[in-house]
């Protein structure tokens, strides 16, 4: 088993800029992607970035690409999600995953909550 949790979340302005990490633990072996996803209310549970637990490719969901930058340190099994010039529609419950495949999700979070304010 993984356990994923996340740190990081919190109110901050429009404009302004979070730092959402996620501490892996367990069968790190077993980590081949990992990524973030994110749900706010009322709305389904969306991809915001992945990437390799190996090599340098990354992806993004087209609403944060250019804002959000994903990134690993696989010393310490730590995933980070760095989120600048954030916007009212980021709000969410953002969810740290891992997967045994490329794109894959089996292991999820407890979740961390990013409220942007206008």
């Known amino acids: 088993q993984v356990q994923l949790v996340e740190s990081g979340g919190g109110l901050v302005q429009a404009g302004g800029s979070l730092r959402l990490s996620c501490a892996a633990s367990?069968?790190?072996?077993?980590?081949?992607?990992l990524g973030w996803f994110r749900q706010a209310p009322g709305k389904e549970r969306e991809f915001v970035a992945g990437?390799?637990?190996?090599?340098?490719?990354?992806n993004y969901a087209a609403s944060v690409k250019g804002r959000f930058t994903i990134s690993r340190d696989n010393a310490k099994n730590m995933v980070y999600l760095q989120m600048n010039s954030l916007k009212p529609e980021d709000t969410a419950v953002y969810y740290c995953?891992?997967?045994?495949?490329?794109?894959?999700?089996?292991?999820w979070g407890q979740g961390t909550q990013v409220t942007v304010s206008s």
């Open positions: 995953v891992a997967g045994r495949g490329a794109g894959s999700s089996e292991y």
């Open positions: 367990g069968r790190t072996i077993v980590i081949a992607s």
């Open positions: 990437i390799m637990w190996s090599g340098t490719n990354t």
